[in-house]
């Protein structure tokens, strides 16, 4: 019988796997930021192309860390993000986002409260559309490909589900303009969402293209407020006034009852078609 050295313990650990899977996946973000960001200045390309550059290859670092991290470290094949099924999953992610946002809108739109001041060049939506992939592929690793799937594991999915989703919304609570209400909302609609889509899935292109094409549509088109952040450039100018209940206020419409319907009703779909993909806690297997 083999014996495990208290060394092996330490590495095997839940908490060590996840810790230290953050750390590489953060510094390999920042790194690139910063070489990419300083040789980018060097050029004479426009600011919003360098970002979007700068965006697409901070991204890549992120996910080339992640697998080589994780294909060593856990001695696997890293199949959450495999070639098999890519487009289908990105397709219908995209799809999912796309819907799931513009329901939140029109549910505003028939409320009165969406106001079109004018429609901008496409060229306007380069920030947002960088934004909106990367903040995407850097919280759905750090999210769901570290935390959930190592936490699952032990846990089971509905643990998971339920800790992750405390720990997403409780993330953005240190954005401006946030409040408990809106931490929870988040918590609920995208916490249980990306999480049911990586079970659903068992890859992280389904989660990432979902959270891209929610936060695109949200502040690229629809000119609205993304988790209480600063609106940037869209393709649409709009004004938005009314009920906090249906409008998010300062929040965006991420802080919506309509959004918490929309993508619960979507987190509980998946769910269901997950079947037998639904793990359970290691005491029951």
């Known amino acids: 019988m083999k014996t495990i050295t208290t060394k092996q313990r330490i590495l095997n650990a839940t908490l060590t796997r996840i810790l230290l899977g953050l750390v590489v996946c953060f510094i390999a973000f920042i790194l690139a930021q910063q070489v990419t960001?300083?040789?980018?200045d060097l050029t004479v390309a426009d600011k919003n192309y360098r970002n979007l550059?700068?965006?697409?290859?901070?991204?890549?670092?992120?996910?080339l860390a992640y697998i080589y991290?994780?294909?060593?470290?856990?001695k696997r094949t890293i199949t959450e993000f495999s070639s098999k099924g890519m487009a289908k999953y990105i397709i219908t992610g995209v799809i999912v986002g796309v819907l799931l946002q513009s329901l939140t809108i029109l549910v505003i739109i028939l409320n009165g409260s969406f106001e079109i001041v004018?429609?901008?060049?496409?060229?306007?939506m380069i920030i947002p559309f960088t934004v909106a992939f990367s903040v995407a592929i850097f919280e759905e690793i750090l999210i769901r490909g570290i935390i959930f799937r190592i936490v699952e594991e032990k846990l089971g999915s509905y643990i998971s589900l339920l800790i992750t989703a405390i720990i997403f919304g409780a993330l953005h609570l240190a954005n401006p303009n946030s409040t408990l209400?809106?931490?929870l909302c988040v918590g609920i609609e995208a916490g249980f969402l990306m999480g049911t889509a990586y079970i659903y899935?068992?890859?992280?292109?389904?989660?990432i293209a979902i959270h891209f094409a929610w936060n695109f549509m949200q502040s690229g088109i629809f000119g609205a407020i993304t988790s209480g952040n600063k609106k940037t450039s869209s393709l649409l100018t709009t004004k938005i006034a009314g009920s906090q209940l249906f409008t998010g206020g300062e929040f965006g419409p991420e802080g919506t009852i309509q959004?918490?319907?929309?993508?619960?009703l979507a987190s509980i779909v998946l769910l269901i078609l997950s079947g037998n993909k639904i793990i359970?806690?290691?005491?029951?297997?």
């Open 201 to 207: 899935s068992r890859n992280l292109w389904f989660p």
């Open 53 to 63: 550059i700068k965006g697409i290859i901070s991204s890549a670092a992120v996910v």
């Open 280 to 285: 359970s806690p290691h005491w029951r297997k």
């Open 181 to 183: 209400m809106s931490g």
């Open 118 to 124: 004018s429609i901008n060049p496409f060229s306007d």
């Open 259 to 264: 959004a918490i319907i929309f993508c619960s």
């Open 37 to 40: 960001g300083k040789l980018l």
């Open 69 to 74: 991290f994780f294909k060593k470290y856990e």
